[in-house]
């Protein structure tokens, strides 16, 4: 009796793995990422694909075939902003920066609370219009995603 009892668990158990490998580990992780085209592939959903390649290959190879064609297995590409200006005065009236200010006034053009103090943020300063367009030709941005 145990021994039917443990045979049943052992093949729901597959078939559970066999359905969320079919359906690929970035489709069912992150939906809403369907449709990205490029950008950085996330480690997660790289090694969950991963591990249906050396359990069951097939499937496997079909995960990471699904999340490529979705999109869904890269990372979602950051938010840019610029400030003008007159924002750049009003967020430092005396010649130092508010980082108050400034971090209210970035997450207002962002659209997301801005963090400071976080170490994912990168501030850029460019000496002229030239190094500006050249850095973001070779980050492959335009001045339209600003």
Same mark, same amino acid.
């Given at each position: 009796?145990?021994?039917?009892?443990?045979?049943?668990?052992?093949?729901?158990?597959?078939?559970?793995?066999?359905?969320?490998?079919?359906?690929?580990?970035?489709? #069912?992780?992150?939906?809403?990422?369907?449709?990205? /085209?490029?950008? =950085?592939?996330?480690?997660?959903?790289? &090694?969950?694909? $991963? +591990?249906?390649?050396?359990?069951?290959?097939?499937?496997?190879?079909?995960?990471?075939?699904?999340?490529?064609?979705?999109?869904?297995?890269?990372?979602?590409?950051?938010?840019?902003?610029?400030?003008?200006?007159?924002?750049?005065?009003? #967020?430092?009236?005396?010649?130092?920066?508010?980082? /108050?200010?400034? =971090?209210?006034?970035?997450?207002?053009? &962002?659209?997301? $609370? +801005?963090?400071?103090?976080?170490?994912?943020?990168?501030?850029?300063?460019?000496?002229?219009?030239?190094?500006?367009?050249?850095?973001?030709?070779?980050?492959?941005?335009?001045?339209?995603?600003?």
């Amino acid at each position: 009796m145990a021994v039917k009892t443990l045979s049943k668990a052992i093949v729901m158990s597959l078939s559970v793995v066999m359905v969320l490998e079919l359906t690929a580990c970035g489709t #069912v992780f992150y939906p809403e990422r369907k449709g990205t /085209k490029s950008g =950085s592939i996330d480690p997660i959903v790289a &090694v969950a694909d $991963a +591990v249906g390649l050396l359990f069951f290959f097939i499937p496997g190879i079909i995960a990471f075939a699904v999340d490529f064609s979705n999109g869904t297995i890269y990372l979602p590409h950051g938010k840019h902003s610029s400030l003008t200006p007159e924002e750049l005065k009003s #967020v430092s009236p005396n010649g130092k920066v508010d980082k /108050k200010a400034l =971090s209210e006034l970035v997450s207002k053009k &962002v659209g997301l $609370a +801005v963090n400071l103090n976080s170490a994912d943020l990168q501030v850029k300063a460019f000496s002229s219009e030239a190094s500006l367009l050249t850095y973001l030709n070779a980050n492959g941005l335009t001045l339209a995603s600003l």
